[in-house]
């Protein structure tokens, strides 16, 4: 006898998702709907609990999730999502960073649109943000409140698991999690390619990818590939507009921590104020420094890039991603380039 191969339920999720879009916009506007004050409180107040969230960047994440899941993005994901493997949900835990506001949204996302049971454990870091989305979500989203728990220890009676962390949680991970289906994520960064055409504009662009949140995504730029005779000034032209970093007390420690650190070892340094460049082949530069390479063929480039495949989240530029939009990730770009709904989608009771 032949049997129907399960599917995710297209109509609720697509309600649900636009419902989450609504919400998320009111906040970021400034103006939010009755059941979104509490997160519209969490956004003012995160910066009380981690000094990296101020309001201007949580609600630029907002906007750029409010762009994710725009109605035609939400109806091109969902329909070319794979079948189930079963109806029959099991428990997923979903371990979060807490590196950006709301990093952990997307497999959020990605679970409830399975129709899996989740469990959630947010990052210390996080200061409630996800918490209070999920909460306002759920108070106008059918399901959502009954589908997903927020372990407040350790995960527990997980069939399955998603973990996201640094270089040496994901180790830890992967001893811990190792013997139930899993992906783990560990510390990646993202990369430029200038090529020597580019214009003011694109290096404007550019500097949003560098300089949001603090440089602390996977998808901040933090390495950069420049022609041999390329002018360094040029970068340092279009980063003027990000001058106001030195506001901020915990980016100006690294930058004047890591500038005291290198003039002391005699490394040769260019710097603004706000940001040093350095000569480095290291894909991850620290906070308020910006690693660059000379190159004199692009072919030395793509052996560079490809042989570093696995610290890439991202690259920008020739051969990537348009200039600027780096931080506006959409529905199918999956972290780590593995992707989430296949796996969850793959998954058995």
């Known amino acids: 006898m032949l049997t129907e191969t399960p599917k995710v339920d297209v109509e609720r999720a697509r309600k649900l998702l636009l419902d989450l879009a609504a919400g998320l916009q009111s906040v970021a506007e400034g103006q939010p709907q009755k059941s979104w004050l509490p997160l519209a409180a969490a956004v003012e107040g995160a910066v009380n609990l981690n000094g990296w969230f101020t309001p201007e960047q949580v609600k630029f994440s907002l906007k750029a999730w409010v762009k994710a899941l725009q109605p035609e993005a939400v109806d091109a994901w969902l329909t070319g999502l794979p079948a189930k493997s079963t109806d029959s949900p099991i428990t997923v835990g979903i371990v979060m960073a807490g590196n950006i506001p709301f990093v952990g949204l997307h497999d959020l996302i990605c679970g409830v649109v399975s129709g899996h049971r989740i469990q959630i454990k947010p990052s210390r870091d996080d200061a409630g943000l996800i918490a209070a989305l999920l909460s306002c979500w759920s108070e106008g989203a059918p399901g959502v409140q009954e589908q997903v728990t927020i372990a407040e220890a350790a995960l527990s009676d997980y069939d399955a698991v998603i973990a996201t962390g640094s270089r040496n949680s994901g180790r830890y991970f992967q001893h ?43 998808r901040n730029v933090t390495q950069v590939f420049v022609p041999r005779d390329f002018d360094l000034d040029r970068l340092f032209a279009a980063f003027a507009d990000w001058g106001q970093m030195a506001q901020h007390s915990r980016y100006y420690n690294n930058y004047t921590y890591h500038k005291a650190l290198w003039l002391m070892e005699a490394v ?37 890039i490809e042989e570093g495949a696995d610290n890439i989240q991202c690259r920008v530029g020739t051969g990537g991603v348009a200039f600027g939009s780096a931080q506006y990730p959409g529905l199918k770009d999956y972290a780590d380039g593995v992707d989430t709904m296949d796996f969850l989608l793959a998954l058995e009771a």
């Open 176 to 218: 811990y999690f190792g013997k139930v289906p899993h992906i783990i994520r560990g510390q990646r960064t993202s990369v430029a390619v200038l090529d020597g055409s580019e214009t003011h504009e694109d290096m404007c662009a550019l500097a949003e990818d560098i300089f949001r949140y603090f440089g602390l995504g996977c």
């Open 268 to 304: 040769d340094l260019l710097e603004n104020g706000f940001v040093l460049l350095k000569e480095d082949a290291d894909w991850v530069s620290p906070v308020g420094a910006l690693h660059y390479q000379r190159y004199d063929a692009l072919t030395e480039v793509e052996t560079r």
